[in-house]
């Protein structure tokens, strides 16, 4: 990885803010340190939005060189596969839409409400 970062020093590859400031967060970022394969492309395209993609310069130094089967990688750098959803599958599996009166908050049981901060 040095070669794509030549002036960082240990101190900052050791740190983890300088990990997240610089972490790879496109196809072209990846592109630079790694041969992506088509699903990948096509994985990474259509979960824009969906799944953010941000892979730390360490961690893609323990991937770089590795095929597309590679366990690490498997966990950072999506596949097509990822994009199906089985009959099983739900969109609400509880069923919070139903006790939902506006976005952001489930009404569910008469005294207690829950709060939802994060909108995925």
Known sequence: MHRYF????IESWND??????????????LKKIMKLTEKEIMAINN????????????????IYD?????????????????LLESSSEQSDPL????????????HRYPDR????VTQV
């Open 6 to 9: 030549p002036l960082t020093t």
């Open 16 to 29: 983890w803010k300088w990990q997240l400031r610089n972490a790879f967060t496109s196809i072209d970022d």
């Open 47 to 62: 979960l824009k939005g969906r799944l953010p993609l941000r892979i730390t310069p360490y961690f893609a130094s323990l």
């Open 66 to 82: 590795t095929k597309p089967s590679h366990p690490l990688r498997r966990n950072v750098v999506p596949v097509v596969e990822e």
């Open 95 to 106: 069923h919070e839409k139903s006790f939902s009166p506006v976005k952001g908050i489930v």
């Open 113 to 116: 409400v829950l709060f939802t």
